[in-house]
């Protein structure tokens, strides 16, 4: 079994900055792609941005560009949000998830493997 596990979250001012990280462990995986999904209270898990594991494309949601970049370290098996200009509309709680294709999608159904979700709380 393949298991995914986020850290990183917490509380920070609006401004500020948090980068996630996620591990990817268990039975040897390697997968085709990987993204951050986020949920608010009352809201829909929404995409916030994923990449090709082998090729490295990234795509983000547009509230979120320029702001955040998704990266990886390919020899820890880990992958990294690095979080900018924080705004209180960021605060939800960030989930990590990969799947075994290639494409980069933005569908949280399309995602084989999910981590338990960080909190990200940003005050004003």
């Known amino acids: 079994q393949v298991q995914v596990a986020e850290s990183g979250g917490g509380l920070v001012q609006a401004g500020g900055s948090l980068r996630l990280s996620c591990v990817v462990s268990g039975r040897p995986f390697i997968p085709g792609s990987a993204g951050w999904f986020r949920q608010a209270p009352g809201k829909e898990r929404q995409f916030v941005a994923a990449?090709?594991?082998?090729?490295?494309?990234?795509t983000y949601t547009k509230s979120v560009e320029g702001r955040f970049n998704i990266t990886k370290d390919d020899a820890k098996n880990t992958m990294f949000l690095q979080m900018d200009s924080l705004k209180p509309e960021d605060t939800a709680v960030y989930y990590c998830a990969v799947r075994r294709g290639t494409v980069v999608l933005k569908i949280p159904g399309t995602y084989d493997y999910w981590g338990q979700g960080t909190q990200v709380t940003v005050s004003s």
């Open positions: 990449i090709g594991w082998r090729v490295g494309d990234t």
